[in-house]
């Protein structure tokens, strides 16, 4: 299982950012996506899922609903995650997971939100 994060970055608030995370390793297709982030001296928190094959059924952290979205390419093995109104709370690293393998982690991609 391999899963690559990427598109993070430093956004001014109300600005807006995707994120990908290419999968490899499993069968993508199938396996249930989801975003995670831990913010400097906090744990890690559940940001966004999505279920597998074509990605009907998403849930959302309640911090985030409406502003930020999930989804996936299964051609592409990609999860991305779209992250709209950007707060200076949503500063992070984010992680993409699978249920594939629950115990693996991904480096993870830095985002920040600062003027």
């Known amino acids: 299982v391999q899963l690559v994060e990427s598109g993070g970055g430093v956004v001014q608030p109300g600005g807006s950012l995707t994120l990908s995370c290419v999968a490899s390793?499993?069968?993508?297709?199938?396996?249930?996506m989801s975003w995670y982030r831990q913010a400097p001296g906090k744990e890690r928190e559940f940001v966004a899922r999505?279920?597998?094959?074509?990605?009907?059924?998403?849930y959302y952290a309640d911090s985030v609903k409406g502003r930020f979205a999930i989804s996936r390419d299964n051609a592409k093995k990609t999860v991305y995650l779209h992250m709209n109104s950007l707060k200076f709370e949503d500063t992070a690293v984010y992680y993409c997971?699978?249920?594939?393998?629950?115990?693996?982690w991904g480096q993870g991609t830095q985002v920040i939100v600062s003027y």
């Open positions: 997971k699978t249920s594939q393998a629950p115990d693996y």
């Open positions: 390793g499993f069968n993508f297709r199938w396996a249930v």
């Open positions: 999505i279920s597998g094959d074509g990605g009907a059924t998403n």
